[in-house]
């Protein structure tokens, strides 16, 4: 009975499922639906890159080919070959910018290339030899990028680094300036491109000329100039120039010229005027830079304190000379023995 049953349902089933069908397609084919055309625009066709196209080419390439390391000259690598230890070796590159491996019959040029850009040109090579090779490179020693910081700083030395730097923060790698002893000068001596890898600009070459670059320490530790460095810089702290105060002042002294220093703060930083000093004759005796011959000049220290003229300020190796006043020196001469006398005086009465 229960087969019979379900035997009359299933054939209800059919019969519907192919009414509701027939219902449908019949709907379609009487009443078709208008269809519009509408023109097709002609989309670009895109390519994908080939394998060995240079990343450099695309609009991000620069950005991110200076963020990865290139070997340069003097660095050392350590090339693994997987599963041939007898491949595999440290090398370092030969100043013509190449290595050698075994069973390779040429150099292999590195300078320029990033570790992994290395590998595949190794691997490519080995394909001769080898079934699917898998090469490793790795840059064991990066020297090829040396920053030098030498003069009035605290820890000068040679650093090689793998990243670019600003001046601020090479400077705190040689320890800081050495407070007793630096002055207020930077000098940067930049020697050219010294990676072997020119900028696509052309700024760099084999046959550029140093140039001397000047920062103020001032400017640098408090971040108003800090530049980027490149590769090869020689960072030099200048000691302090220095003057001197001679002559008739209570300490003569030498003077440090970290900040400028004027005539009558000189003779401040000497402990001011000796008694017998003769401020109208005033002299600082200067040497010019670039020959032997000295000048000279006369100041009057009246004139500077009624802003008459005004205060010069003291150049590197110049000699501040304070006279002896001859009468002063006369009246303080009788005044010591007429003082001197009058214990010897009052002693006879």
């Not at 084999?206 to 980027?228: M, R």
Request: charged share 25%; aromatic share 6%.
């Amino acid at each position: 009975m229960q087969a019979k049953i379900f035997s009359a349902v299933f054939c209800a089933v059919v019969c519907l499922n192919g009414f509701w069908t027939a219902d449908i397609f019949g709907q379609e084919k009487s009443n078709p639906q208008p269809t519009e055309t509408k023109p097709t625009e002609t989309q670009p066709e895109r390519t994908l890159p080939n394998p060995g196209d240079d990343i450099a080419d695309n609009q991000a390439a620069p950005k991110r080919r200076n963020e990865k390391y290139r070997i340069g000259y003097q660095d050392t690598l350590e090339v693994r070959v997987f599963r041939h230890d007898d491949l595999s070796q440290v090398v370092n590159v030969s100043p013509d910018g190449t290595i050698l491996m075994p069973r390779i019959d040429r150099p292999i040029s590195v300078v320029c290339k990033t570790e992994r850009e290395l590998a595949e040109t190794i691997g490519t090579l080995y394909k001769f030899y080898l079934r699917n090779p898998f090469v490793s490179v790795r840059a064991v020693e990066q020297r090829s990028q040396p920053f030098a910081v030498i003069g009035a700083v605290e820890k000068p030395g040679s650093f090689y680094l793998n990243r670019r730097i600003r001046l601020l923060e090479l400077l705190a790698f040689a320890g800081g300036p050495k407070v007793e002893k630096a002055g207020a000068k930077i000098q940067v001596a930049r020697v050219g491109n010294v990676s072997g890898c020119a900028e696509k600009d052309g700024s760099a070459s084999e046959d550029d000329e140093v140039v001397f670059l000047a920062y103020k320490v001032s400017d640098v530790v408090t971040g108003k100039d800090n530049p980027w460095m490149q590769p090869g810089d020689i960072v030099s702290i200048l000691e302090a120039e220095e003057a001197y105060v001679v002559g008739n002042v209570i300490k003569p002294a030498k003077i440090s010229l970290k900040e400028p220093v004027t005539l009558t703060q000189a003779i401040a930083i000497g402990g001011g005027l000796a008694p017998e000093a003769k401020t109208s004759k005033v002299t600082i005796q200067r040497q010019d830079a670039n020959s032997a011959l000295k000048t000279e000049t006369v100041y009057d220290l009246k004139d500077i304190r009624d802003q008459k003229i005004a205060d010069p300020v003291l150049q590197a190796n110049d000699i501040v000379n304070v006279p002896k006043d001859s009468l002063k020196s006369a009246r303080n001469g009788l005044i010591k023995i007429f003082t001197g006398g009058l214990p010897t005086l009052i002693r006879g009465y």
